[in-house]
């Protein structure tokens, strides 16, 4: 999948697609998937729900939001995939979401595994797109989007919040 080009995306997005870096497409999800995971999966229980300043989302809270993000991404990545460049896709409400994610009562053990199997069903949405479906775009918020854009955002916006979890949460 090729990396999108200025003007396949809202100008927003700009700094996740950059931080999604170069080269091939799945090998650059299959990175991020693993570190994702790495980053995760060895935090000591009693940080799971900690946070790092009043107002700041938990740790959990942070890898719900991950997946939550994602699913949102591809949804619109399918519409513009599809061919649907009509409907016009809302944006999403980030900390409504998390409010009614019931994460207090979930182990980070689940949400990790949630984010794995997520990422396992995009990873393989994404590959049986063929070039065409990857440059159609969706209508998000009145701005086109490429479906390939999303690609790329997702992963960026992975990396973003894990050098989040590294600078704020784990030191």
């Not at 809270?61 to 016009?88: K, P």
């Amino acid at each position: 999948m090729k990396f999108p080009k200025e003007g396949e995306y809202a100008s927003f997005y700009r700094g996740y697609i950059e931080k999604a870096g170069q080269g091939d497409f799945f090998e650059l999800l299959d990175i991020n998937t693993q570190k994702t995971i790495d980053s995760f999966k060895n935090i000591p229980i009693d940080l799971h729900n900690y946070s790092y300043a009043e107002g700041k989302w938990t740790i959990k809270e942070l890898l719900i939001h991950l997946v939550d993000c994602e699913r949102v991404f591809v949804y619109r990545a399918l519409t513009g995939a599809r061919g649907d460049n009509y409907s016009v896709l809302p944006s999403f409400d980030e900390d409504l979401f998390l409010e009614n994610a019931n994460v207090i009562n979930r182990p980070l053990e689940d949400i990790l595994a949630e984010f794995t199997h997520t990422r396992i069903s995009n990873r393989l949405f994404f590959k049986s797109l063929n070039e065409e479906a990857t440059s159609r775009s969706a209508n998000t918020n009145g701005v086109p989007m490429s479906t390939r854009a999303f690609g790329f955002i997702i992963i960026g916006h992975s990396n973003h919040h894990l050098s989040v979890l590294k600078e704020r949460y784990l030191v």
